[in-house]
């Protein structure tokens, strides 16, 4: 048995005592049923003193707020990550496969160019041909480059940088100012999308453009950037853009009109220097500043270009050639079908003689416009081959682009009498044929000549040189009025023409264009040639898609019966109605003058070119007192010199001499009745028939001399020398009234009147 003494009692209490190494010890809280006892306080730490602990657990908060916000936003990105994959595979599934995209088709451009090959216009949805990257301006792309996409070259199609900058700015303006899209995925949009700002269409637009990024270089993709992109008022391309505001070649740009064209692009509509020129220009400033950022330029280049003056662009494209390229293009779709491709229109129209067309119309009207009422004019000069090698539209094509020369019709006036005349050569009379220039009663109706004035008994020769209404009247009663619009047709008018008497003074209205290509023949011998703008139409790599080879112009004029025209018409610009259009090289032609001088025209030709010239106004006023010998006869007087300078001088077509004693037509001829066609040229007119011989003579006629030239008076006032040479105008007592025809009993109408009745 143990001894009693080693006995161990468990102690309860708290003491010291009780306490042992190998002891059990048991505290208050491990009592079943607590005793009555308080625990002891704890003791408190230190007032402004913070435990070890406290300070840990601070730092376990901070970190944990952190973490949890890092731990959601992490979530969150996956999730958004998720969602944009979503988005793309959604928008991405609604595209044709990748396979299958392919770069459209730039617009076909249209090359309108010179005979000299000298470019014209160029025509198309681009409105320009495409300019390699090499080929054009080097500060072009610079600038492109500097204000549009600073990282281009280093970017993979999307820029990460730039989009972000483009989403804050926008978020802190409060509304949208930047849209952070790369050059690649402007291309894409101009190439295959809308310009829609839907989700769907950006998610669409990177996907182009990491296409874009991935199938062509760099170059590639700003070249193509730079042949399409909208530049503004209706110009695609740099080409187009650059001949539009500064009339030159996009080869050709500099600084300063480089910045200008990068500066369209975040507004072409709104800051094209056609529109705003003050926008254009501030705008163009801060694209220097971008390229001085960047390196592109030092200081003193871009104070240079900052120092040049403001680009101000017309409205419209500008320049009379605007004129030839329209007619152009409504003529191709006949000759070639529809432009599938860039082609090169290979045209007739000298560029030199273009231009010096348009300045001689313009300094007229510029001089004499408000003095003298007049506002518009038009000149087409032709070839003896048909060729067009100027037509002039209009004062200017940028304010109006209605083509007047091919486009109006208006009253020929006298103008319009060669054809008068030549059907009454072709009836049998000749230049020397005598008719008595009086006041004569047609019905109800009198021709009068201009002023009032009359000189009795002259020759046809004179009486067309001296622009006499009274004469061609009786010429066209004489012939009939169908024989004058048969005489007409023939020669190249294509307008209806109202057969009736008073188209002797040129009241069918006709066109600049179609009375000039009918003045045609007497120019190269009795010819009517085929009036044509097109010589060939090539594509850009010279296959040929049309090419003219009608060489074969049918004769239409006895060799007879033009050398008398050419004769009489001489003598208009001789001593007649056209003294201020003669120059070095024979030429003829004829003035013409509507009522109230509303409109003023000369048509003239030498061997080597046709050209007519109009004066008016487009609202049908008058003018004052501007007839065909004024400004018409300047304007071709200046054109006609300009063209024949250094060409060597040839006589007009013809040798019909004068023989004034030996065909001598009394005053009064029966007439013909109005409605009863004249005799008509075989069809075989190049084989002349006999002539026919002059109606009997009922009462002697004196010898009427050659008439020498003589001083006249501006605007078809005409003096004539008498037999004494001596300047008369003669007043004469009104003819029988059977000289027209017999006079009409019943009361006629306005209807009655104009139709010779």
Known sequence: MANRKDRIEPSFEGSSRAKSSAGLSVSEEDRVVPSNRKAPAKRKPAKGKSSRGGRGKSRRGLFGVLGRLFYWCFVLAIW???????????????????????????????KIVSVDGKLLANRGMSGGEAVGL????????????????????????????????AMVTNLLGGHFSQGGSTLTQQLAKNLFLTPDRTLERKVQEVLLALWLEHKHTKDQILEMYLNRVYFGSGAFGVEAASRRYFGKSARDVTLSEAALLAGLLKAPSRLSPARDPKAAEERSQLVLAAMRDEGKISAKEMASAMSAPATRAPSYWTGSENYVADTVMEELPDLIGDVRGDIVVDTTVDLTLQKLAEQSIRRLIDESGKKLNVSQGALVSIDNSGAVRA????????????????????????????????????????????????????????????GGKY??????????????????????????????????HRMGIQSDLQANTSIALGTSEVTPLELTSAYVPFANGGYKPDIHFIRRVTTTDGKVLYENHDDSAPRVVSPEVVGMMNSMMMGTVEFG??????????????????????????????????????FGNDDGSAMKKVTGGALPAQAWHEFMVAAHEGVPVRPLPGTWKSTPADTVVPDDIPSVDNNQAAPVPSASVGQQAAPQP???????????????????????????????????????????????????????SILDILGGG
């Open 694 to 748: 002059p109606a009997p003579v009922t009462q002697p006629a004196a010898p009427v001399r050659a008439a020498r030239p003589a001083q006249t008076v501006d605007a078809d006032d005409l003096a004539m020398p008498d037999d004494n040479g001596a300047t008369a105008s003669i007043k004469h007592p009104v003819p029988p009234g059977d000289v027209g025809g017999p006079t009409k009993k019943r009361k006629t």
């Open 134 to 165: 090499h080929e054009m301006s080097p500060y072009i792309p610079e600038a492109v480059i500097a204000i549009e996409d600073r990282r281009f070259y280093s970017h993979f199609g999307v820029d990460p940088i730039g989009l972000s900058r």
């Open 391 to 450: 037509m002039v539209g209009g004062y200017d094509y940028a304010s109006s682009q209605f083509d007047r020369a091919s486009g109006a019709r208006r009253q020929p006036g006298s103008a319009f009498k060669p054809f008068v005349y030549m059907a009454a050569l072709e009836a049998g009379r000749t230049p020397d044929s005598i008719r008595n220039d009086a006041p004569i009663k047609i019905g109800n109706w009198t021709p009068d000549n201009y």
């Open 80 to 110: 958004g990550g998720i969602a944009v994959a979503g988005l793309v595979i959604y928008y991405g599934a609604k595209m044709p496969a990748a396979t299958t995209w392919s770069i459209p088709d730039r617009a076909p451009n249209i």
């Open 455 to 488: 000189f009795g008994k002259v020759t046809l020769a004179t009486a067309l040189a001296k622009s006499l209404n009274s004469v061609a009247a009786q010429l066209t009663m004489e012939v009939g009025p169908n024989a004058v619009v048969e005489t007409a």
């Open 577 to 614: 109605s056209a003294k201020k259009a003669a120059f070095a090289w024979p030429a003829a032609g004829k003035t013409g003058t509507s009522q109230n001088s509303r409109d003023a025209w000369f048509v003239g030709y030498t061997a080597n070119l046709t050209t007519g010239v109009w």
